[in-house]
């Protein structure tokens, strides 16, 4: 009972009839988390905005002044895949604001989690696949520039790479970027990580969990990270229209064991992000969520 969540309401944004972001299942997963009992209402928070200067640790000025004003141009705006709206402005800014106010917490109590964020396919200067800021970045950013961490490992189990994390720590030997992704899935264009390891399209539990055991070790040896921030995807579930990947719910919970647990092995404390999942039914999205949470609660102290 003892997992702080990050969550709130501007999480959720209209959009138009049809669009193809499950945007509902941030709604949808705070009211579940809430209704479950994992985590007292009380270690559920709302989030501040992230401020100009956060995302100036990682973002350009240009950028960022464009998504304000909404002065992007309409290239721009297509690449993110979400029309600008005040709202979104809101969202993207209360969204990192959770993951930093997560990874903050984390240091303390050992396991924390944003019902958002793992937006990993922003870079400085744009962003794309339904991402605006890179809020990974950020909140290590901001711990690093705070004296609170020195180094940081970023490890991204959503089923696409993480593309713009990638190319914003790259040649930085303070953060290891560690992401396990659909090889033949989006980004069409991959920037090295300091570790990717690509999976075939159709695999199931044992050969994920076997690789992801094979990797994971290793990863964070190398790391020597003061904090992890884990991507906790649910896109690389059987029923995801995009995933490509063929994990059952156990599979995806047992993963996250599989992190928490080799983290909590070595002492290092996790922020979870819950980055994408594309359900072709959202419950089932949601449900993947909410494991997450339930397997994360069962870390933090
Ligand atoms: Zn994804």
Known sequence: MALHCWTSARYTIPLPEGHRFPIAKYA??????????????????????????????????????????????????????LPWSHALVERSFRAVGGTCEAATAALEHGV???LAG???????????????????????????????????????????QGNGTHAIFEGDTSVFTFSMHGGRNYPFHKVAGCLDVELADGTGDDVYLATLAGALPGALSAAEPDLVIYLAGSDPHEGDRLGRLCLTFDGLAR???????????????????????????????????????????????
């Open 28 to 81: 949808m997963l705070r009211d579940a988390v809430l209704a479950s009992g994992i985590v007292e209402p009380s270690n559920v928070h709302e989030p501040e905005r992230a401020s100009r200067e956060a995302l100036r640790l990682v973002h350009t000025d240009r950028y960022i002044d464009g998504v304000l004003t909404g002065t992007l141009t309409a290239e721009e705006q297509r690449r993110i895949g």
């Open 112 to 114: 924390t989690m944003n």
């Open 118 to 160: 793992g937006t990993h396919h922003a870079f400085p200067d744009h962003g794309e696949g339904f991402c605006v800021f890179n809020d990974v970045a950020v909140a290590i950013r901001i711990l690093q520039r705070d004296g609170r961490i020195r180094r940081a490992a970023v490890v991204d189990l959503d089923v696409h």
């Open 255 to 301: 993963r996250d064991a599989m992190v928490l647990d080799a983290c909590r092995e070595v002492g290092i404390p996790v922020a979870i992000t819950i980055a994408g999942g594309y359900g072709r039914n959202i419950s089932d999205s949601v449900a993947a969520h909410l494991n997450t949470v339930r397997v994360a609660a069962a870390f933090a102290r």
